[in-house]
C-alpha cells in the first residue's frame, strides 16, 4: 500500500527532449513537493503545492513546470533537457507545509545524455 | 537567507560506538527540526524531530537535543550497528501555510559503521 508514489523510476533521455514525472499520494495530505538530489547528495527543493495552489517555487529554470490536477497529484515537466538535469527528483508530502514530517517518494533517476 | 550548516560531512565510527551529528540553522524563527536518514539507493525517511519548545527528544537509541539560544541541534546514536549505516539529512523550518514555511536541508552526513 504505497504512500507516495513516482513514475517512472528510471528515466533515460536525450539532451533537448521533454519528459515528465509524475507523482501520486493517497495520504490524504494538503501539501506536495518536489526535490532534486545530485550527485553530491544535496536535498533541494524545488516546488511546493498546497491544496492545489503552488506556495513555493525556488530558483529553477523555467524549463521545469509542475503541475497539479488535484491535492494527490502533482506532476513535474521538464521542457529542453540539459546535461546538468541528470539528477534524482523526489516527490513528497506532509500534511502541514513545514511543520510535519514528510513523506518521500522512491524517487526518479534522470540521466541526460 | 536561510541556511543549514551540517558537520561532518562524512563520519566512521566503530560498531557499539556513539555517533554525533551537528546542525546550525541561521533563522532565529525556525522552529521545527527533523532528520531523516537515507540507505543507498532509498528514499529519505523521518527517524525523529523536535520542535523549538522541547530541549531534547529520545526514541530508542536515536536522541536529538536543541539549543535555541546557539541556534544549533544535534543528533546522537548510541551503540551503533551496521544498519545505521546512510545519509542522514537535519532540516529547520518555520510557520505554517505560508510561502516563508518552506523545509532547508542540511548537505548530509555519510555515516559507516565499522565492524
Known amino acids: 500500500d504505497t504512500a507516495v508514489s513516482q513514475t517512472p523510476k528510471y528515466l533515460v533521455t536525450q539532451m533537448g527532449n521533454d519528459k515528465s514525472i509524475k507523482c501520486e499520494q493517497n495520504?490524504?495530505?494538503?501539501?506536495m513537493y518536489w526535490y532534486k538530489q545530485d550527485s553530491k547528495k544535496f536535498l533541494k527543493i524545488m516546488f511546493s503545492y498546497n491544496n492545489k495552489e503552488l506556495i513555493i517555487n525556488e530558483t529553477v529554470p523555467n524549463r521545469f513546470s509542475p503541475k497539479s490536477p488535484d491535492k494527490a497529484h502533482l506532476n513535474l515537466h521538464i521542457n529542453s533537457l540539459e546535461l546538468g538535469d541528470s539528477a534524482v527528483y523526489f516527490c513528497?508530502?506532509?500534511?502541514?507545509?513545514?511543520?510535519?514530517?514528510?513523506?518521500f517518494g522512491p524517487g526518479t533517476r534522470l540521466t541526460v545524455t | 537567507g536561510e541556511n543549514v550548516e551540517q558537520h561532518p560531512s562524512t563520519l566512521s565510527v566503530q560498531e557499539g560506538d556513539s555517533a554525533v551529528i551537528k546542525c546550525t540553522y541561521s533563522?532565529?524563527?525556525?522552529?521545527?527540526f527533523p532528520w531523516y536518514k537515507q540507505e543507498l539507493g532509498k528514499r529519505p525517511q523521518l527517524i525523529i524531530d523536535i520542535r523549538s519548545n522541547v530541549g531534547e527528544k529520545k526514541d530508542q537509541r536515536i536522541a536529538v537535543t536543541l539549543n535555541k539560544t546557539a541556534k544549533h541541534f544535534s543528533l546522537h546514536i548510541t551503540e551503533t550497528q551496521p544498519e545505521d549505516s546512510a545519509v542522514y539529512f537535519c532540516a529547520a523550518s518555520k510557520g505554517r501555510a505560508s510561502s516563508a514555511s518552506k523545509i532547508i536541508f542540511g548537505s548530509g552526513t555519510r555515516l559507516s559503521i565499522r565492524p
Open positions: 533563522d532565529s524563527a525556525s522552529n521545527y
Open positions: 513528497a508530502s506532509s500534511q502541514q507545509i513545514g511543520l510535519d514530517e514528510q513523506y
Open positions: 495520504l490524504g495530505h494538503d501539501t
